[in-house]
DNA sequence: GTAGGGTTAG
């Protein structure tokens, strides 16, 4: 009788419907078995499995004689369930309610609570208690230790509980790789998958995701062939999510394109992560309309699709169709998060619709109950001042419940210079220079706001800061996508072996700009120098290489795409835009910040950057 | 009868 029912039971805890697990349990108090032998622990076990956590608690709570395997039960349940700070709460009430002394099944729950609470100094405590208990000698308890020291970011010490491992195993060995890789600790993250003897689809996952997560993409990439071509097979989805992610970041768009095939291929194209990482990575390589074909055949869609293509809606200038689409999900049932918001209140700014951000604001506040973080306030922010409320914007500012950075200072600042209001802008530039300037673009803001006012004592005071702290610009490059091949240029560069194909075309193309009106804004330069210096400093600007290359080399007619690794200037801006009407072509730059869209004159951002 | 490692949006 019970070997059937704890077959049933198990049988319950994979597969079926929920309904089933509570006939079962039905029919096991109705012959009043729910307190005998190992049927009490083995439907905790099931509920737990199954994710129905209160059953789960109901029965835990009823049980006459809790044992190890109740304890060691409930707290995985409650970490299954995602509320890792109530095993840890519970916890004490083994020693004292049931006067019962943890086993390695409870210590390695209890770890792994503290892995997913990122909680160090507990974590340390149930470590002195393991090393100090009869099952210190544990490996799979030590391989939970190497795992929660890895995510606490105290590489060390997993490495030292890994030493110890007697038999390592696959789960051993991942769980270090994926600490070293996501410290970015490439190097070491590599030989110790070199070193392990029999590498699987996990370890391989675990380095090549947690490269990605340090942000090594064309090593990680580099590695993902390595792996097919060692005959690994792809199994499960992780890995491919993983990828897009990375191809995403790079947005090297044909690469993605590969990755999204190989998804095809091996059949995982209804996975929910892959779906919207995809959806990501199209955004993000600014191919918005793939983004939202993957998208529409999405068949689930959960709250991540539905926020990322709203925020790619939102970054490619498109917010009318964001908004509409956020309309759609809330009629779908599907609840709004704070990145939704982010996104939306980004969509606004970028369209002006000052009314309709404060609303959402609210809304996120009043109707969903979400505390709006530094993010939101500096979106809200970016909603005044693109509008020019640059005095609401002021008093957001200061009254918002965060410190704010350098950067949410300066692009109040870049506001006041384009609606010409000196005065504040010097107040701001004041607050700015008190705060400690780090970024090149703020002296540039400082400087010309001081300027704008003939303060010159002030301006000089600037580049003096500037030259005493020894400003150091990451040098700026932009790479175009033509197809397989890219191209990178660097500002200034003048090697490149089309050097003067370039030059002419460019000078061409300055000549015509400047007929319709175009005037170099010197200002966007940094160094000092005189003005015709100033304006060849421009000439060289990284992305006006990258697009002249595109001219050149893509196929006509085609979109040329740029990726910039900072903002784009504020000179170039002006010139990207005569340029796409001069040669009647689109072109689209992702810059540090946001994506652009150049077409008939005119950029998406709505020359805000 | 109970336990350990790898994926998504700002």
């Not at 210079?417 to 802008?425: H, L, S």
Request: proline fraction near 2%; charged fraction near 20%.
């Amino acid at each position: 009788m019970h070997h059937h029912l704890l077959q049933s039971l198990r049988l319950c805890a994979t597969g079926g419907n929920p309904f089933s697990c509570k006939a079962l349990h039905a029919r096991i108090l109705k012959i009043g078995l729910d307190q005998h032998g190992p049927l009490p622990n083995t439907l905790i076990y099931m509920y737990a499995k199954r994710g129905l956590l209160k059953d789960a608690l109901q029965v835990f709570d009823d049980m006459r004689q809790r044992d190890l395997v109740s304890w060691a039960s409930i707290l995985t349940a409650y970490n299954r369930a995602n509320l890792p700070n109530r095993s840890i709460s519970i916890f004490p009430d083994m020693f004292g309610r049931d006067s019962l002394q943890p086993d390695h099944f409870v210590f390695a729950s209890l770890v792994n609570s503290c892995a997913a609470l990122n909680a160090l100094q507990i974590g340390r405590q149930v470590h002195a208690q393991f090393v100090l208990s009869e099952f210190s000698s544990d490996d799979i308890t030590k391989s939970s230790l190497v795992d929660m020291y890895a995510k606490c970011g105290s590489l060390d010490n997993a490495r030292a509980v890994f030493d110890t491992i007697c038999t390592k195993n696959s789960v051993s060995w991942t769980a270090i790789i994926s600490g070293y890789a996501k410290a970015g600790r490439k190097s070491e993250s590599v030989k110790l998958l070199r070193d392990m003897k029999v590498q699987d689809l996990f370890s391989w996952t675990a380095l090549i995701s947690g490269l990605i997560q340090s942000g090594h993409f064309v090593s990680a990439f580099h590695l993902f062939v390595e792996m097919q071509k060692e005959g690994i097979k792809i199994i499960d989805p992780f890995i491919l999510s993983s990828v897009i992610g990375a191809s995403a970041n790079l947005a090297a768009q044909e690469l993605g394109k590969q990755v999204h095939c190989l998804v095809l291929k091996l059949g995982f194209e209804s996975n929910l992560y892959v779906c919207n990482t995809l959806i990501d990575m199209y955004a993000k390589c600014s191919d918005i309309i793939a983004a939202k074909t993957v998208f529409l055949y999405t068949v689930e869609k959960d709250v991540i699709s539905w926020t990322s293509i709203i925020v790619g809606l939102a970054q490619h200038g498109k917010a009318k169709e964001a908004l509409s689409l956020y309309n759609d999900m809330i009629s779908c049932g599907i609840k709004p998060n704070k990145v939704t918001f982010v996104g939306l209140i980004y969509a606004c700014s970028h369209v002006g619709l000052v009314n309709k951000g404060c609303d959402l604001f609210k809304s996120m506040v009043d109707d969903y109950g979400l505390k709006p973080n530094l993010q939101h306030y500096t979106c809200l922010l970016d909603l005044y001042s693109r509008s020019g409320y640059l005095d609401e914007a002021e008093n957001l500012l200061n009254t918002m419940p965060f410190e704010v950075d350098e950067a949410v200072w300066a692009s109040l600042l870049s506001a006041c210079k384009r609606f010409g209001k000196t005065q504040m802008g010097i107040r701001i530039a004041n607050r700015l220079m008190g705060l400690g300037v780090k970024d090149p673009s703020s002296y540039i803001l400082l400087s010309n706001a001081y300027a704008g006012a003939s303060m010159w004592e002030n301006v000089a005071k600037v580049r003096r800061l500037m030259e005493a702290i020894d400003v150091k610009k990451e040098p700026g490059y932009s790479c175009v996508h033509l197809g397989k091949e890219t191209e990178v240029f660097y500002a200034g560069e003048t090697g490149h072996p089309m050097k003067n194909e370039m030059q002419v075309l460019l000078k061409d193309l300055d000549e015509e700009m400047r007929k319709r009106g175009y005037v170099p804004d010197v200002s966007f330069v940094l160094h000092d120098m005189g003005k015709k210096e100033k304006e060849n400093q421009l000439f060289w600007h990284s992305e006006r290489l990258a697009v002249a290359y595109g001219l050149l080399n893509g196929v006509p007619g085609s979109v040329i795409r740029v990726v910039k690794n900072l903002r784009v200037c504020g000179d170039c801006h002006t010139v990207l835009k005569f340029i796409c009407s001069i040669v009647g072509r689109e072109i689209v730059v992702r810059d540090a910040s946001r994506f652009h869209h150049f077409k008939d004159g005119r950029c998406s951002c709505s020359d805000f950057w």
